[in-house]
Structure formats: C-alpha cells, structure tokens
C-alpha cells in the first residue's frame, strides 16, 4: 500500500481514473513534499493525515469533488508553496491558522463554497505572489492586510459578497499585476494611488460593485497608452443610467458596465 512506502515524496496521478474519497494514507510518508490528484473524481473531506504531512511543499486537487471545510491544522504546513484546491465543493469558513503556511506562494481556493470572512492572517503569507479567493461566498471587508504583503503579483477576489471599501492601501505591492474585485458589493469611491505607485499594474476589475464618485485620474495616467501597463480597466461606469454610477474620463476605462443591483 502507498502508506505503507516510508520514503516516498511524491503522488501524481492528475487526470487519472483515481475516484472515492481522498485516503489519508497518501499523506502517510514523512518525506512526502508533493500530491498531485487535480481533475479526478477524488472527493470526501481533507484527511485529517494532511495536517500532520510537514514536509509538503505541493498540495494539488483542483477540479476534483472534494467537500467539507479546512481544517485549522493547515497552518502546521509552513513548508507549503503551492495550495491547490481550486473547483470543488470545500465549504466553511478559511481558518485563521493559514497565516502560519509561511512559505506559501500560491494559493487558489477560487470555485468553492467558502464562507465568513477573509482572515487577515493572510497578510502573514510574506512569500505569496497569486491569490484566487473568486467565486466563492466570501462576505465582509477586505482586509487591507493582503495588500501589505510585498512579493504578491496576483489577487482575484471577483464574484464574492465582499462589502466596505476598496483599502486605500491597495497601491503598496510594488509587483502587483492583477487585481480583480468585481463582481462584489463594494461601496464608497475608489482611492486615488500614491504617486509613483501601480506601475507594473496591467489588470483593475472594480465594476459590478456599489461603487459611486469618480475613476481618480492617477489611475487614467497609469493606463498602457499613458504612463503605466494598465490594459483593462473595468468599472460601473455605462451610460445609461444618466448619470453613471461612477464617472470615467474619455480613453481611461476599457469597460463601462452597468450594475443592476446598484440602488
């Protein structure tokens, strides 16, 4: 049996006939670094043998079916680079011990059915560089603690029932690529970045939100075809209504959407 293979470190069988619920046993050796069962049928709960598996590195079973929360062992695993539990069926609330996964520099919880709040030990995750929390149940604000972490590229945050404000420190990562927050119930009007900031930013998906006032032109400037990489711009800016939700100067948002849910 796999459990029984003391010095084993990796399991792929990706897009494989592989199918019940994900055995605990896979988690069994204490080399074990790498589990690969993405787009199987591999289902059930997380096994509680994960938790204790410190030498993983690569956790990945995206597109699978597997169900139940995480649990708050998960931030024993401060080796963990990659966490990939994108597509399933994951319920809950995200524990507030991921914070202590501190080597993680992918984490994609995206397509699930997570609930509760975002915890803001995520902003301990000093490694991590892709974020994807989209499409999932995720209520409350955004804590701006996500934003303080320097090496972060990427985060999705689309399609979930965040409320509050867009953080004003949004513009801190210095290497941030992508953001995307449409598709929430985020309100107030979108802070204008510091000068200087943004700068290697190509993605800011805001529309479909409840946001109101005016694109700040910091963010125009930094448009490709200005001073900065901004390729897609997208915000509750269409016409009608008259006036707009929110007001985008000529040549600055790529997208005007209109919100139906907004008031």
Do not use: K
Not at 50 to 79: E, K, V
Not at 149 to 162: D, G, K, M, P
Request: net charge negative.
């Amino acid at each position: 049996e796999i459990g029984a293979l003391d010095e084993l470190e990796s399991v792929l069988l990706y897009e494989s006939n592989i199918g019940g619920d994900l055995p605990g046993e896979l988690f069994a050796s204490p080399d074990i670094e790498w589990v690969d069962v993405s787009n199987t049928t591999v289902g059930g709960p997380l096994p509680d043998e994960l938790y204790d598996a410190t030498s993983m590195r690569q956790l990945i079973i995206g597109g699978a079916r597997l169900t139940g929360p995480i649990g708050d062992g998960i931030g024993n695993l401060n080796l963990m680079e990659t966490l990939w539990l994108s597509n399933n069926s994951l319920t809950g609330e995200i524990p507030d011990t991921i914070g202590g996964m501190e080597s993680l520099d992918t984490l994609l919880l995206n397509h699930n059915d997570f609930e509760g709040e975002i915890p803001a030990s995520m902003g301990d995750l000093s490694n991590l560089v892709y974020l994807d929390l989209s499409n999932n149940a995720l209520a409350g604000p955004i804590p701006p603690s996500i934003f303080d972490i320097a090496t972060v590229e990427i985060i999705y945050l689309s399609n979930n029932t965040l409320t509050g404000g867009i953080p004003a420190n949004y513009d801190s990562p210095e290497n941030l690529r992508d953001l995307w927050l449409d598709g929430n119930e985020l309100e107030g009007e979108v802070p204008a970045p510091g000068a200087g900031t943004l700068l290697n930013l190509e993605e800011f998906l805001f529309n479909f939100n409840l946001l109101t006032g005016e694109v700040p032109p910091e963010l125009c400037d930094l448009r490709n075809d200005a001073d900065g990489n901004i390729e897609s711009l997208h915000a509750d800016c269409a016409i009608p209504p008259s006036p707009p939700q929110i007001f985008c100067p000529a040549d600055c948002c790529t997208r005007c959407t209109a919100n139906p849910d907004a008031p």
